[in-house]
């Protein structure tokens, strides 16, 4: 049934999360090829997050703009000032909020990681 195909869809969706999650040690790992790998596949994931954004249910836009706060790429820093103001400003509060708060949390992540190349 569908909505059988769904919740498996929603299941390995949520796996692929974990997975993802999982990436951010890798991220520090002591090997170059490592970090560039795992760069690489998370960049890919903050396009499609982004995207995500534009998404008709405000439940997902949501979801999208909470994800990309955890990943804290520099990709994410556009569609979410979108989706906070101007012209492609989501029309939801929630969503609207989820974004300030995403980029809140970039920004922090963003400058920690700048003082530490300083530090070394």
């Not at 804290?72 to 989820?98: F, H, I, N, T, W």
């Amino acid at each position: 049934s569908k909505d059988r195909e769904a919740a498996v869809r929603a299941a390995a969706a949520a796996a692929l999360g974990s997975v993802g999650a999982r990436l951010g040690p890798v991220l520090k790992d002591e090997e170059e090829s490592v970090r560039v790998a795992a760069a690489s596949a998370l960049g890919g994931i903050a396009d499609e997050l982004g995207q995500s954004l534009k998404d008709t249910e405000e439940s997902v836009r949501v979801a999208a703009a909470t994800a990309l706060s955890n990943i804290a790429d520099e990709q994410a820093l556009e569609p979410l000032s979108k989706a906070l103001v101007g012209d492609e400003q989501d029309q939801k509060e929630s969503v609207r909020k989820a974004a300030a708060a995403a980029l809140g949390s970039i920004a922090a992540r963003l400058s920690q990681a700048s003082k530490d190349r300083e530090a070394a």
